[in-house]
């Protein structure tokens, strides 16, 4: 694999092993983005739990966080951000509406500059920052979602799907008294792999092309970390008349995202992850502009609408995606969101990706060479391309008993029932010595206890 022909040179050239701990500090010494970790806050060991073993570590010694795919960390400037909120508040009362850093009746506008770049939309009015996620694939299947019993009336999305989205779709389906068996397609891995081939994506729009209203896949797969060819999907998935949307929660802040040169329909967010707002945080949604003066029908609020303070009888929608607004925004909410954009702005994508593709192809590389393939191997696809951060290690037996034990030496990262173990690297915040002790702790504990 490229990657790791790159890491192997790299160790060459210096004269390390690429598996030993001289090797990762080096590439932490030469990490560009090396400083930000300084910009976060990370758990350390004597709060994890009241069962870490103190007999293997310093108390005050810093956590192996590997859970920025659940929930990312706290940037160190969040608490300075809400407390000015709280502060306006304070001093202004009500007129904290139009005054203050975070101007409560428009503090949704403040992260838009950032999120243009990190989803690669076009104009600020292509993005609304607003609701939860799932409440947001609501609003945009009521906009979009439109079935004809006669035409197309089906949703094709992954099988295994994030619960949320599939609980979604189907509910749309009901509500329209549409059968759900006839209507949701949910595409499978074939030949016994883990993860769907892109190929195969399009051999189903391909047999459906006359009967698919809309693709609503994700960006990123939450269970086996496969990145989807984006890009490819669209384009296919739009020739054949369908309409696309993207869930990119695992997604956003992780890989590169060009939405409006994709031509991408529509897309939805969370802000918790790899975008570190904090876990429930305001999520974000994406519509292409060329809906921007003609939205499909959609559900109305008062924050949709052209001057949300005259109270007109008629409703008078603002242009752009901000029409889909029901409520006014959360300052806290925005203000904790701000502090994680800022930072990821500030890396930017493009050196967050580079870092990724090492810092992931680095974890991959010492499963393969540290860990016993007789009892687990990575459900994630191989290749740097079809994948983020997240690397998936499925194991031979249940995993909860063994995954707690992880704690007990610090290693913070994600179980998924039965048998799944999620390890999520983050360029901003993990490093190289960061990933070399993962493998470490992992080998360890399975040599005792597996």
């Given at each position: 694999m490229e990657v790791h022909g790159k890491l192997e040179k790299l160790a060459r050239e210096n004269n390390l092993d690429c598996t030993s701990k001289d090797f990762a500090t080096m590439m932490d010494k030469n990490d560009e983005l090396k400083t930000f970790r300084n910009r976060f806050h990370i758990p350390k060991m004597k709060d994890l739990s009241n069962e870490t073993n103190q007999s293997l570590h310093n108390e005050n010694d810093l956590a192996v966080y590997m859970c920025g795919n659940s929930l990312g960390l706290q940037p160190k400037t969040t608490n300075q951000f809400v407390q000015k909120v709280l502060k306006d508040w304070k001093d202004y009362g009500v007129l904290c509406h139009?005054?203050?850093?975070?101007?409560?009746?428009?503090?949704?506008?403040?992260?838009?500059?950032?999120?243009?770049?990190?989803?690669?939309?076009?104009?600020?009015?292509?993005?609304?920052?607003?609701?939860?996620?799932?409440?947001?694939?609501?609003?945009?299947?009521?906009?979009?979602?439109?079935?004809?019993p006669k035409g197309r009336y089906k949703i094709l999305m992954e099988d295994h799907a994030f619960r949320s989205d599939r609980y979604a779709v189907t509910s749309h389906m009901d509500q329209k008294g549409i059968n759900i068996r006839?209507?949701?397609?949910?595409?499978?891995?074939?030949?016994?792999?883990?993860?769907?081939?892109?190929?195969?994506?399009?051999?189903?729009?391909?047999?459906?092309?006359?009967?698919?209203?809309?693709?609503?896949?994700?960006?990123?797969?939450?269970?086996?970390?496969?990145?989807?060819?984006?890009?490819?999907?669209?384009?296919?998935?739009?020739?054949?008349?369908?309409?696309?949307?993207?869930?990119?929660?695992?997604?956003?802040?992780?890989?590169?995202?060009?939405?409006?040169?994709?031509?991408?329909?529509?897309?939805?967010?969370?802000?918790?992850?790899?975008?570190?707002?904090?876990?429930?945080?305001?999520?974000?949604?994406?519509?292409?502009?060329?809906?921007?003066?003609?939205?499909?029908?959609?559900?109305?609020?008062?924050?949709?609408?052209l001057d949300k303070f005259d109270m007109f009888k008629k409703y008078i929608p603002i242009a752009g995606t901000d029409c889909m607004r029901l409520s006014n925004p959360p300052p806290l909410l925005i203000a904790a969101q701000y502090a994680g954009l800022q930072i990821t702005a500030e890396a930017g994508m493009g050196r967050i990706t580079k870092k990724q593709e090492l810092l992931t192809g680095y974890l991959d590389y010492l499963i393969r060479k540290k860990m016993n393939s007789s009892i687990c191997h990575t459900i994630t696809p191989p290749n740097p391309e079809d994948r983020g951060s997240q690397l998936s290690i499925a194991f031979t037996k249940n995993m909860k008993e063994i995954h707690s034990k992880l704690h007990l030496y610090g290693l913070v990262c994600d179980y998924r029932h039965p048998c799944v173990i999620r390890i999520a690297p983050c360029p901003l915040y993990n490093s190289f010595l960061d990933v070399w002790k993962t493998i470490s702790i992992i080998t360890e504990v399975l040599e005792y206890n597996y």
């Amino acid at each position: 694999m490229e990657v790791h022909g790159k890491l192997e040179k790299l160790a060459r050239e210096n004269n390390l092993d690429c598996t030993s701990k001289d090797f990762a500090t080096m590439m932490d010494k030469n990490d560009e983005l090396k400083t930000f970790r300084n910009r976060f806050h990370i758990p350390k060991m004597k709060d994890l739990s009241n069962e870490t073993n103190q007999s293997l570590h310093n108390e005050n010694d810093l956590a192996v966080y590997m859970c920025g795919n659940s929930l990312g960390l706290q940037p160190k400037t969040t608490n300075q951000f809400v407390q000015k909120v709280l502060k306006d508040w304070k001093d202004y009362g009500v007129l904290c509406h139009e005054k203050g850093s975070f101007p409560a009746a428009k503090c949704d506008q403040s992260p838009k500059d950032f999120l243009v770049d990190i989803v690669g939309a076009k104009y600020p009015r292509e993005i609304s920052v607003l609701n939860g996620l799932t409440v947001n694939i609501h609003l945009l299947l009521t906009a979009f979602y439109r079935p004809d019993p006669k035409g197309r009336y089906k949703i094709l999305m992954e099988d295994h799907a994030f619960r949320s989205d599939r609980y979604a779709v189907t509910s749309h389906m009901d509500q329209k008294g549409i059968n759900i068996r006839d209507a949701l397609i949910e595409i499978q891995p074939k030949n016994d792999e883990p993860w769907i081939r892109t190929q195969a994506i399009l051999d189903v729009i391909e047999e459906n092309k006359d009967s698919i209203a809309i693709i609503l896949l994700s960006g990123v797969q939450y269970y086996t970390g496969q990145k989807f060819d984006m890009e490819k999907g669209t384009k296919f998935a739009k020739s054949r008349g369908c309409l696309v949307g993207w869930d990119l929660a695992h997604a956003v802040g992780n890989v590169e995202l060009k939405l409006h040169e994709w031509d991408v329909d529509f897309a939805a967010w969370c802000s918790y992850k790899y975008l570190n707002a904090g876990a429930g945080n305001i999520a974000g949604i994406f519509v292409h502009d060329r809906f921007c003066l003609k939205m499909p029908q959609y559900l109305h609020g008062w924050f949709g609408t052209l001057d949300k303070f005259d109270m007109f009888k008629k409703y008078i929608p603002i242009a752009g995606t901000d029409c889909m607004r029901l409520s006014n925004p959360p300052p806290l909410l925005i203000a904790a969101q701000y502090a994680g954009l800022q930072i990821t702005a500030e890396a930017g994508m493009g050196r967050i990706t580079k870092k990724q593709e090492l810092l992931t192809g680095y974890l991959d590389y010492l499963i393969r060479k540290k860990m016993n393939s007789s009892i687990c191997h990575t459900i994630t696809p191989p290749n740097p391309e079809d994948r983020g951060s997240q690397l998936s290690i499925a194991f031979t037996k249940n995993m909860k008993e063994i995954h707690s034990k992880l704690h007990l030496y610090g290693l913070v990262c994600d179980y998924r029932h039965p048998c799944v173990i999620r390890i999520a690297p983050c360029p901003l915040y993990n490093s190289f010595l960061d990933v070399w002790k993962t493998i470490s702790i992992i080998t360890e504990v399975l040599e005792y206890n597996y």
